[in-house]
């Protein structure tokens, strides 16, 4: 993220891609066994994550047709986990090693353990099928032995489903079978270069052979204000239109040119 998103719980200062999609058929794991796995409306959600020098930012869309939230334990009512192994180790023990839970609520913790962390940036955001929720996590927490562009840790998500109160009623997880132990079957989170969002055009005046390559300049500025008023397709793709407003208007303009003088 050259432009950290702000932590509110709409998704729109981020530039998304299809994401991780978590329900019944991508899950390792569907728990409980002895009753039908949830239909994507019950239960389901699409992940995304980004990067900078101080946060790993995730974020997520929640679809869920009944939203509880009345446990004091966290791992009873809807919730999402992300499971991490900074060092990649397999191991499930050090400082490195963390499962960072966020309930409806807002309430954050560490392996369920209270109180509360209070040093995340977090957003929930209701919908009237299921939810967004937006976090940013420090760095300090993490605690990861190493940290830029292609570091790859472990990886892995968690998906409670409470439709009636009292313990959940379903439990999706992502790769391998639990996101607090067997770190050794995670995904993987790998910390990608990206580009820039208005990094959208070359500069042969400064040796740029390629979009995204490495600064917003007069050359993003001028390419976006040459789609003016022009609907996204062909000509003028959508990542010229950077509010995702449908068509390139004067506020792409001015966001690219808010963004000039970015270098990597």
């Known amino acids: 993220m050259a432009q950290p998103p702000v932590i509110d719980g709409f998704l729109d200062d981020w530039v998304l891609n299809d994401g991780v999609l978590l329900d019944a058929t991508t899950a390792s794991v569907v728990r409980p066994t002895s009753v039908p796995p949830p239909d994507a409306a019950d239960l389901s959600a699409r992940v995304w994550t980004a990067w900078d020098g101080e946060y790993l930012y995730v974020a997520a869309r929640v679809w869920d047709d009944e939203l509880v939230r009345d446990s004091g334990d966290v791992w009873q009512d809807d919730e999402l986990e992300f499971a991490f192994d900074g ?29 509360p962390l209070t040093n995340v940036l977090r957003a929930v955001e209701t919908q009237v099928d299921g939810y967004q929720i937006e976090m940013a996590i420090p760095l300090t927490i993490l605690q990861p032995p ?11 998500i968690g998906l ?40 959208v055009q070359p500069n ?45 208007d004067l506020p792409d303009i001015v966001m690219a040119a808010g963004y000039w003088g970015w270098r990597r």
């Open 146 to 156: 190493g940290w830029g562009a292609n570091w790859v840790a472990g990886f892995n």
């Open 160 to 199: 409670h489903d409470d439709d009636d109160g009292g313990n959940w009623d379903h439990y999706l997880i992502w790769q391998g079978t639990a996101t607090n132990a067997q770190a050794q079957d995670f995904g993987q989170l790998v910390l990608e270069a990206g580009c820039h969002r208005a990094d």
């Open 204 to 248: 042969p005046d400064h040796g740029n052979v390629a979009a995204c390559d490495g600064d917003v300049d007069i050359a993003d500025v001028q390419r976006i204000a040459g789609c003016w008023l022009q609907a996204v397709g062909p000509t003028c793709p959508a990542s010229l239109d950077l509010n995702d407003s449908g068509v390139i």
């Open 87 to 115: 060092a990649r180790d397999g191991l499930f023990n050090g400082p490195d090693d963390h499962q960072i839970t966020i309930n409806l609520d807002g309430t954050v913790t560490d392996r369920g353990v209270m109180p």
